[in-house]
Every structure is written in structure tokens, then in C-alpha cells.
């Protein structure tokens, strides 16, 4: 009974390049939550998705954020044109049509 | 003013001793209160899951929610050193206006226990 599955577990890119993140949900989850992890900072909500659609995208940045989930395969967050502020843990966590949420073991991104 | 807030602390305790875990909120909408324990470099794992005021017990975890105080609590009995991690409390308003069940998380107590 495999969790939420995320890859890569690290990402080291240079400002400028794009960083693509992905995310597995549990088995049988429809939807999928990204949340970032700031250092010394609590989790802060940044999309809600379920299979092609955008439900909540309340907390993404304005600009060059954005995240989809399509039909097949996982769900992607893509950051474009990185800055070093874009540095932090990025989980994604899943649920059933409940409030329980499982989180993955989140992708750390460093910008250099 | 944070919607959740949550005492960073370090807490240390020795092993054994009954440990609380606190946070207080201002939105009185919530409904669905969590407790997630996080290991240094890994994701959150769910602890406890509840619902309006009372009690729930889970081993040695009891999480209490008392919503006239908008104040909930986790208590850990004869702690161990792998308790050692950061806890998180999270809610969530299942009726607000985007009614999506976005988690909101206090910023998360670190708790040392001593052999």
C-alpha cells in the first residue's frame, strides 16, 4: 500500500531554470494538495487539484507557478524561471473525498 | 494576527514525562482539526484526525479540541526519545467559500525528549 510518492527528492537548479516537481497521490486519492515549507516556517497552502481541474489556487504565486493534474499521471508543479526565494520544501499530500490528508515525503528545491 | 498560532518552542523533556502540545485560532469557521508529526527532512505524518469539541484517544496520544476557547491540544503520555520531532497542528473550514479543504498549519513545535 504504497503513500504519496514524490520525485525528485532533491532539486538543485540555477536561477532562471524551470523546476518540475511531481506527485503521485495514494491509491485510489482523487485529490491532490501542494503545499511549501519555508525554512522556520509552517506549511502554507498553495494549490488544490483534482483530476484535470484547478479547484483552489488560492495560495499560488501570481506568476511563474503553476500546477496540473491531468487525466494520467501524476500531478506536476512547475516553477519557471526560479529565483533563490523559490527555495524551500514543496509537499504534496493526498485525500479521498474526506479532510484526511497523507503527506509524501516532500522535494527539496535549491536554487544556486 | 495568524489564523493558527503555535508555540515554535524548543520543548525538552525527559523521557517519561506527559508532554502538551498547543495552538489557539481566531477563525471560529474550523471544524476538522489534525495533529502531524514531522521527522527532520521528512514529509508530515498524519497523528490524529478530529472533529468539533471532545476528546480522542490513540495509544499514548490524546487530542483534545475545545472550540469555545478555539484552543486544541495533544498530549503524549510516558514520551519516548523518538518522539523527538516537530508537531504540527493543521484545520480547516469544510464550508468555506472555495469549500476546499486546504489545510491551515501552526508553525509547528520541536520537542526533544531525553533519554
Known amino acids: 500500500n504504497a503513500g504519496v510518492m514524490q520525485n525528485p527528492r532533491h532539486l538543485v537548479r540555477r536561477r532562471g531554470q524551470e523546476a518540475r516537481l511531481r506527485c503521485s497521490p495514494m491509491?485510489?486519492?482523487?485529490?491532490v494538495y501542494w503545499y511549501r515549507q519555508l525554512p522556520e516556517e509552517g506549511l502554507k497552502f498553495m494549490v488544490y487539484?483534482?483530476?484535470?481541474?484547478?479547484?483552489?489556487e488560492s495560495g499560488m504565486p501570481k506568476e511563474r507557478f503553476s500546477a496540473e493534474f491531468p487525466k494520467e499521471g501524476p500531478s506536476i508543479l512547475r516553477i519557471q524561471q526560479v529565483v533563490r526565494g523559490d527555495s524551500a520544501a514543496y509537499f504534496c499530500a493526498s485525500s479521498r473525498r474526506d479532510n484526511e490528508q497523507f503527506f509524501g515525503p516532500g522535494t527539496r528545491l535549491t536554487v544556486l | 494576527q495568524k489564523e493558527v498560532e503555535q508555540d515554535p518552542g524548543p520543548l525538552s523533556v525527559p523521557e517519561g514525562a506527559i508532554v502538551s502540545l498547543n495552538c489557539t485560532y481566531s477563525n471560529s469557521a474550523f471544524q476538522y482539526f489534525m495533529w502531524y508529526r514531522q521527522y527532520s527532512r521528512k514529509g508530515p505524518e498524519l497523528l490524529m484526525y478530529t472533529y468539533s469539541s471532545g476528546n480522542k484517544e490513540d495509544g499514548r496520544f490524546t487530542a483534545q479540541v475545545d472550540k469555545s476557547s478555539k484552543y486544541i491540544s495533544l498530549f503524549i503520555r510516558d514520551s519516548q526519545p523518538s518522539d523527538s520531532a516537530t508537531y504540527l497542528c493543521?484545520?480547516?473550514?469544510?464550508?468555506?467559500?472555495?469549500?476546499?479543504?486546504?489545510?491551515?498549519f501552526g508553525q509547528g513545535t520541536t520537542l526533544q525528549v531525553k533519554p
Open positions: 491509491k485510489g486519492h482523487s485529490h
Open positions: 487539484l483534482q483530476k484535470e481541474n484547478i479547484i483552489d
Open positions: 493543521a484545520m480547516t473550514d469544510p464550508h468555506g467559500s472555495s469549500n476546499t479543504g486546504k489545510l491551515i
